[in-house]
């Protein structure tokens, strides 16, 4: 039947692959044009694209470059402006008289007047005693001034004009500015030994950040400043790059010659402009990203990708409309092959109207349809016959073992003259028999269940001279849930023979009925000797030859159990030497 079966498949197969061949007329113009098109719009949009962002980044490094020539220019025409300054007071002082110091006075005053960026000029002997200074404020005492770098490098290089980093001004007592400063030697050749002077231009560092903040590189884009040694004169996050926060590559920055660099830090592409800035010696680095400069490129990309998806529509559109017709009937007929394939046969004798290629198709179809159910049908009529036969073998197997070890123990008590308990015995014989016949019916109430379990264990209690004692706890409101029948008896069957009857203390065994969310767990305790991993697998597998093990027992009870719910229910067995065992039995919530 299942040779058949695939001869059949095989047939259909082939007498479809005859008739809907790769090499049609309506595949050959669908990929042959949609291919060609696309292909040809590819390569063109490649090369475009290629070209356009090439010299867009080119175009990008080259307007960048021109605004940090003209942030540098005005820069460095405001420190030059500076300089003059410096130069001015220096030319005043070498010519006039100490003793005439009015003038010069005149002068700082003046200066502080005309160039509200100027905070304070000061005028100090070579050995740091205040000369002049501009405006007259409370001098700050402990401000000593022959322990400043920026004098002491005056001192050795008069003739340089050294400007110092970004810091807070504490010449006077109640002004804490931040400031930039120039420094300058000057000479005094009036008199005939000739003194030297360290001249101080204290200038407002918010003109050098208004110069620096005006320049922009994109959203994101910036620039900073900083001198030979690193230090930073200016940078839009300087907090927080001295708080830990952030970084910036000035050690690489100052390796570089002055130019336009393509680089990549943290992870970003990026343009870096070095420039230096003259009279100074700083260096002013610009950083801009190239996924915002670049704005073009992203233009460029969507113009692409409309133009690609406008040609995709347009494609799709004519090869739809050429194969329509001839498409049209061969659809219908794979809507049908779907829902087949996902299990839907509710299909009676499907007509396509179509050319005679599509009419064979769906004939094959058809047949095939029809076959299939017959197949399902004699196979779900095959596995539920094998599903009740095995149950039943199964049952078959439990009921001679445990009547076997019961009739034994009615024997045994009957040959020592235990009469006492010959008929308690035999009732509880009769009314496990009656639970186990149960009028023939594969499921019982878990209150039948347990009963068939306390009828057992009351006989084994007097067979093993109440060796052993037992506790069932079932809450009443489980009485409604049904169960397979006979899954506690060879349980409590394991727990005496290998457990309690190895220990020399008495024995206990309980049994406990819960219910969870979705199913009932059964319980079954014993302070046993305890079974190994490796017997644990033997008693679950029926690997266990003992004449009295009832692994074949534990066995058959939970291949019923998933015969009959499915594999996510059956039993667990957890168990430790000289502690005990613990046998779970999970079975659904089942009321009829």
Excluded at 196 to 217: G, K, P
Aim: net charge neutral.
């Amino acid at each position: 039947m299942k040779k058949d079966k695939t001869k059949f498949i095989k047939k259909a197969y082939k007498r479809s692959k005859k008739h809907f061949r790769i090499d049609s007329l309506q595949s050959v113009i669908t990929l042959s044009f949609t291919s060609i098109t696309l292909l040809a719009m590819i390569f063109i949009g490649i090369a475009f694209y290629s070209t356009f962002s090439e010299n867009a980044e080119k175009n990008a490094a080259s307007s960048m470059q021109q605004i940090m020539n003209q942030a540098t220019l005005n820069l460095e025409n405001y420190l030059h402006s500076m300089i003059e300054i410096s130069d001015l007071i220096q030319n005043k002082i070498s010519k006039t008289s100490l003793g005439n110091l009015e003038e010069i006075d005149a002068i700082l005053s003046l200066t502080l007047e005309i160039r509200e960026d100027i905070v304070s000029v000061s005028i100090y002997t070579d050995n740091g005693n205040l000369l002049l200074t501009a405006p007259k404020h409370q001098f700050d005492n402990s401000y000593i001034v022959t322990q400043q770098n920026w004098f002491l490098n005056s001192l050795d290089t008069p003739n340089d004009y050294l400007f110092q980093p970004p810091h807070v001004q504490r010449l006077f007592e109640d002004r804490r500015p931040w400031v930039i400063s120039l420094s300058h030697g000057i000479t005094n050749d009036i008199s005939s030994l000739p003194q030297h002077f360290i001249t101080n231009v204290d200038m407002n560092f918010s003109v050098i950040e208004q110069l620096c903040s005006d320049v922009v590189l994109g959203q994101r884009g910036y620039i900073y400043i900083v001198d030979a040694s690193g230090n930073i004169i200016y940078h839009p996050q300087q907090q927080l790059i001295y708080a830990g926060l952030r970084q910036e590559d000035i050690e690489e920055a100052l390796k570089k010659e002055p130019g336009s660099y393509l680089d990549t830090y943290q992870g970003e592409k990026r343009i870096t402009t070095v420039m230096n800035i003259e009279h100074a010696n700083w260096t002013m680095v610009g950083i801009s990203f190239l996924d915002e400069i670049v704005q073009n490129r992203r233009n460029l990309n969507a113009l692409i990708f409309i133009i690609l998806l406008f040609g995709i529509v347009f494609i799709v559109i004519a090869s739809a409309f050429i194969s329509f017709k001839i498409s049209q009937p061969i659809k219908r007929l794979e809507l049908q092959m779907n829902k087949v394939e996902r299990g839907d046969f509710n299909i009676d004798n499907l007509e396509v109207k179509g050319e005679d290629e599509v009419k064979q198709l769906t004939k094959a179809f058809n047949l095939m349809i029809i076959r299939i159910k017959q197949l399902m049908s004699q196979i779900i009529t095959e596995q539920e016959a094998k599903r009740k036969s095995e149950i039943k073998a199964l049952q078959a197997q439990i009921n001679p073992h445990f009547l076997y070890n019961t009739l034994d123990s009615i024997i045994w008590m009957n040959e020592n003259k235990k009469y006492d308990g010959v008929s308690e015995m035999t009732a509880a014989l009769a009314k496990l028999f009656r639970i186990s016949l149960s009028k023939g019916n594969e499921t019982i109430s878990i209150c039948d269940e347990i009963e068939h379990a306390r009828s057992y264990l009351i006989i084994q209690k007097i067979r093993y001279k109440n060796k052993f004692a037992f506790k069932i706890d079932l809450p009443p409101n489980l009485c409604q849930y049904k169960t397979v029948k006979l899954i506690l008896q060879p349980i409590i069957e394991n727990a005496i023979y290998h457990g309690i009857n190895k220990i020399q203390e008495k024995g206990y065994i309980f049994i406990n009925v819960v219910k969870e969310d979705t199913f009932i767990k059964f319980e079954i305790i014993d302070n046993g000797y305890g079974i190994s991993k490796e017997n644990i697998k033997k008693i679950i597998n029926q690997e266990s030859t003992s004449h009295h093990s009832s692994g074949v027992g534990i066995k058959n009870v939970n291949e019923r159990i998933k015969l009959s719910y499915g594999s996510d229910y059956g039993i667990k067995i957890d168990s430790e030497f000289e502690v005990g065992t613990t046998v779970s039995i999970k079975v659904p919530l089942v009321t009829e």
